[in-house]
Nanobody
């Protein structure tokens, strides 16, 4: 599986961004997808995940109500709509594929990773 993340950039606090992650190499609808982020000087952390069909989603408490994860299996793409952005959302955002689909939150459960896209939120 190859993953290509895009959509990062510089935005003011309160603004919005939409990240995209295009997948290839395996039937996209057969695995779950997640977004993680790594703030400067900190460890990578879970942000959101979506199940194979798109019906099941889960979010970190820090983004619940502000971020929305979705997927378009016809386009082999997963999205992360980020609204009401805060400076603490500044990070490199990574998309990842979970082929087993049993634990959407744990980093080690993910099998493939994209290259990351930088999101910077200014105050």
């Amino acid at each position: 599986v190859q993953l290509q993340a895009s959509g990062g950039g510089l935005v003011q606090a309160g603004g919005s961004l939409r990240l995209s992650c295009a997948a290839s190499g395996r039937t996209f609808s057969s695995y779950a997808m997640g977004w993680f982020r790594q703030p400067p000087g900190k460890e990578r952390e879970f942000v959101a995940a979506v199940g194979e069909s798109g019906r099941y989603t889960v979010y970190a408490n820090s983004v619940k109500g502000r971020f929305t994860i979705s997927r378009d299996n016809a386009k082999n793409t997963v999205y992360l709509q980020m609204n009401s952005l805060k400076p603490e959302d500044t990070a490199v955002y990574y998309c990842a594929a979970d082929l087993s689909g049993t634990d959407y939150v744990t980093i080690s459960e993910y099998d493939y990773w994209g290259q990351g896209t930088l999101v910077t939120v200014s105050s």
